[in-house]
């Protein structure tokens, strides 16, 4: 049996605040969400790659629903965070930078949405 904070049990936690988010219940998905970071927070650390994911899927979830000063302030600190660890060109880097201009509504270059689809496949495809 997984404990509360294992790995397993934080990724399904994290699959089902994905499913209520897809199903617009916000709440439930902000509750897992927020979860599932400070799990990482604490078991990986702040800027560990995991840990910001989980902080990027929570500022989704407030953009989603209209917290806009949250999710962005979120979103900021996540692209900060993965420009200061991974480097500026890094993948995970540059689709921060892409999310947050689609949030903006400043638009997003074919080149980003085009690396965004590729690391969502691979992602899936390793699940």
Request: proline content about 2%.
């Amino acid at each position: 049996m997984f404990g509360l904070d294992s790995e397993q049990t934080v990724e399904s936690s994290e699959m089902l605040a994905e499913a209520y988010r897809f199903e617009a219940q916000w709440e439930e998905a902000e509750q897992l969400f927020v979860q599932v970071m400070e799990t990482r927070k604490t078991k990986l650390g702040a800027d560990h790659p995991s840990t910001l994911m989980s902080m990027a899927n929570l500022a989704s979830t407030f953009w989603n629903q209209g917290r806009l000063e949250e999710a962005e302030q979120l979103d900021v600190q996540v692209m900060e965070t993965r420009k200061t660890k991974l480097g500026a060109d890094h993948p995970h880097t540059m689709i921060s930078k892409s999310t947050l201009s689609e949030w903006r509504g400043q638009g997003d270059s074919y080149p980003l949405r085009s690396l965004k689809r590729r690391l969502k496949r691979k992602r899936i495809i390793k699940s």
